[in-house]
């Protein structure tokens, strides 16, 4: 972290930090995604990100006559981000739509042909963005973080790119500066990161019910609560055993009472066909197929051949690539 000038100059790490703390009076609503155009990355010296933001600043008080530098936050080519206006103050980024919204100006020209976009400044982008959507409790989609091409200049109206309007924040900011293109590309990469994808634990093992009903509890105790109730030949997964109870479902506390789960093996099939028959063995009728990468389980085992089910229904041992 560094301050000059009056701005301050974060890692990404450390702006991700910073946002949470910052208490904002102003009621924000959307954040605006703008490129600089000029500078731009020829302008850059990896050490003058202050010196680029005062001369920004200079020419929005001076020349344009405006009450400070546009926008909220700067992003550089090297991945820090720099503060500017205050964020209790409207930015004067996009003509007609400045209230209750939030301004990164991204420095470079990101029209196709021009400023190749470094990955930390899009890692940067793409975080500092979910940052700011987690702090202000912004929808990550078009009608909250908005491209500058999508305003008309002259009515100020959203035309999503109809009418006059900038080529803001670049025709290839990633990979794009359409709403399609936002919605395709950018936006599901903030969307990841404030609301990551759900992990799901690996299965511990597999079982089948051998009681005609079982019951599922919240605990892992017979004073549990009955939530649900599973039946014979069910089978189950399970990620955690508990003092003879056993934990069915990967997010939720769903338990059932171990002795009436009889252990499965669990494999794959490993060639283009596997005939399936009514014992353990090759003189037994075929009564199904299975193909390459079919999962089975296996009950039971025999001289070499699996039961697969709880009727007769077999398999040579050698064509299955168990756990
Ligand atoms: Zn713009």
Known sequence: MKTKYGFTLFTIDEFEAWITQQQVARTVLSLQMHHTW???????????????QRGMQYVHKVINGWSDIAQHFSIFPDGTIATGRTLEWNPACIYGNNSNALCIENIGNFDKGEDEMTSQ????????SAAICKRFNLKVDADYVVYHHWFDLGSGMR??????TKSCPGTNFFGGNSVEDAEANFLPLVSAIVNPPVIIPPVDWYGSVTAHRLNIRNLPSSKGTVINVTSLGAILRVYEENNGWIRISA?????????????????????????????????????????EGDAVFVYEEQSGWYKISLDE??????????D
């Open 38 to 52: 000029i500078p731009n990355y020829s302008h850059f010296k990896g050490n003058n990100h202050l010196e680029m």
């Open 121 to 128: 400044h899009k890692d940067a982008v793409v975080r500092a």
């Open 159 to 164: 035309t999503n790119g109809m009418g006059i």
């Open 251 to 291: 997010g939720n506390q769903e338990w059932v009472y171990a002795r009436y789960v009889m252990r499965l093996g669990h494999g794959v099939v490993i060639p283009k066909g596997l005939n399936v028959r009514s014992g353990p063995s090759t003189k037994y009728n075929k009564v199904g197929l299975l193909k």
């Open 313 to 322: 229904h077999w398999v040579a041992g050698n064509y299955v690539n168990l």
